[in-house]
C-alpha cells in the first residue's frame, strides 16, 4: 500500500466558471487557472502522483503546454487512474477537503463524489469530501482564493 497526499489552490475571480469535484457549480466568481482550474481534482491528481513517487500535476500537466490550456481537469484525473493502472496500483480510497468562504457545497458532494469514483473505478463510499470555512481569514476569508487537500490510499493490484 502507498500513501499520498496533494494539495492545491487557485485564485478566484468574476466572470470565471467555478468548477470543483467535476461538476460546474453556480457561483458570482470562478477558479482561474491555465485549465479549468478544479483545485479538489488537482489535489487528488497529486495526492495520487505522490503515492508513487511520479511527480505532481505540473510536471504531467505542465501550464506552459497549449495542450492543456483550458482542459477539463476529469481528463487530468483519468490520465493520472491510467498512470497508475499501468504500475500496477488501484485506489483504496481518497479523503479530501475544500476550503472557501462562498458558495456552501453540501449539496454538491453527492454528485462530486459521483464523478470522482466513477473515474478512479471504486465506490462512492471510498471518495470522502469535506468542507471548511478559513473563518474569514486569510485570502479564502476574503473570497479571493480556494484551496484544497487530498489523501490517498493506493493498493497493489493482485496479479
Not at 29 to 43: M, N, Q
Not at 105 to 118: F, L, N, T
Not at 131 to 155: C, D, H, S
Request: glycine fraction near 10%; hydrophobic fraction near 40%; aromatic fraction near 6%.
Amino acid at each position: 500500500m502507498r500513501i499520498g497526499f496533494g494539495f492545491d489552490v487557485h485564485q478566484l475571480g468574476e466572470n470565471e466558471e467555478l468548477w470543483l469535484g467535476g461538476i460546474k457549480i453556480p457561483h458570482i466568481k470562478g477558479t482561474i487557472g491555465h485549465s479549468d482550474a478544479d483545485v479538489l481534482l488537482h489535489a487528488i491528481c497529486d495526492a495520487i502522483l505522490g503515492a508513487l513517487a511520479l511527480g505532481d500535476i505540473g510536471k504531467h500537466f505542465p501550464d506552459t503546454d497549449q495542450t492543456f490550456k483550458g482542459i477539463d481537469s476529469k481528463i487530468l484525473l483519468q490520465q493520472v487512474i491510467t498512470l497508475i493502472d499501468s504500475k500496477g496500483y488501484k485506489i483504496g480510497n481518497i479523503d479530501s477537503t475544500l476550503c472557501l468562504e462562498k458558495p456552501k457545497i453540501i449539496s454538491y458532494v453527492d454528485e462530486m463524489r459521483k464523478v470522482i469514483s466513477d473515474i478512479c473505478m471504486v465506490s462512492i463510499d471510498d471518495i470522502s469530501i469535506k468542507a471548511t470555512t478559513n473563518e474569514k481569514m486569510g485570502f479564502v476569508g476574503r473570497q479571493e482564493g480556494v484551496t484544497a487537500y487530498a489523501i490517498t490510499l493506493l493498493i497493489k493490484k493482485s496479479l
